[in-house]
């Protein structure tokens, strides 16, 4: 998969809606890596993709606003302590 040009973190993943369903993309693509027809699938993948790729999994809701987000191996801001 393709990783961020600019540094070596790996692009964070997205589930976000699509016309034919929910999609998987990389941050930064337009194209999707894999369409659901549900939400709760494209989360599923979506996670195992993040967990994988240790970056943040970005799940947006219906009205395309970021509904939650999640890091799994280079969290961007960790709790202090």
């Known amino acids: 998969m393709a990783e961020d040009s600019t540094s070596?973190?790996?692009?964070n993943i997205w589930?976000?809606?699509?016309?034919s369903g929910w999609a998987v993309r990389l941050e930064g693509d337009?194209?999707?890596?894999?369409?659901?027809?549900?939400q709760g699938r494209a989360i599923?993948?979506?996670l195992t993709l993040a967990r994988?790729?240790?970056c943040e999994l970005i799940i947006?809701?219906?009205r395309a606003q970021i509904r939650e987000k999640n890091s799994?191996?280079?969290d961007p801001h960790p709790p202090k302590g």
């Open 60 to 62: 947006q809701n219906r």
């Open 52 to 54: 994988n790729r240790q």
């Open 15 to 19: 589930v976000a809606r699509h016309s």
């Open 8 to 11: 070596t973190r790996p692009k």
């Open 44 to 46: 599923g993948q979506g």
């Open 30 to 38: 337009s194209n999707p890596i894999f369409i659901y027809n549900t």
């Open 72 to 74: 799994y191996g280079n």
